[in-house]
């Protein structure tokens, strides 16, 4: 299985920045891409960023040329610097990871446990 530690999120102001920190661990046979989506209650969870093979990056609309993503697959490391929030960012934010384990046949996201990211006045 995989495990995440996430951390970053809480509340800030609109125009603010947050800065979401994720490490995620565990076996694997191959890494394919690392992430952030999110999710309003009532809504679906959509992609906000993810890496594919290390380098490419892949951005939701909503947020390009407000977040960056960056990260380290050999370190597990993945990081989102987001800027100039609105309250349409308010979300539970996951981490996630597509990956292949040790005798499966294919591979699959991972998510991790979420954090929450509120911006209001």
């Known amino acids: 299985q995989v495990q995440f530690v996430e951390s970053g999120g809480g509340s800030v102001q609109p125009g603010g920045s947050l800065r979401l920190s994720c490490t995620y661990s565990?076996?694997?046979?191959?890494?394919?891409?690392m992430g952030w989506g999110r999710q309003v209650p009532g809504r679906q969870r959509e992609l906000v960023a993810h890496?594919?093979?290390?380098?490419?990056?892949v951005y939701q609309d909503s947020v390009m040329g407000r977040a960056t993503i960056s990260g380290d697959f050999a370190k597990r490391t993945l990081i989102l610097q987001m800027n100039d929030l609105t309250s349409e960012d308010t979300a539970v934010y996951y981490c996630?990871?597509?990956?292949?384990?040790?005798?499966?046949?294919?591979?699959?996201?991972?998510w991790g446990q979420g954090t929450q990211v509120t911006v209001s006045l």
């Open positions: 890496m594919v093979n290390g380098d490419n990056s």
């Open positions: 565990g076996v694997f046979v191959r890494i394919n891409s």
């Open positions: 996630f990871a597509n990956v292949r384990l040790p005798g499966a046949p294919g591979s699959a996201n991972y």
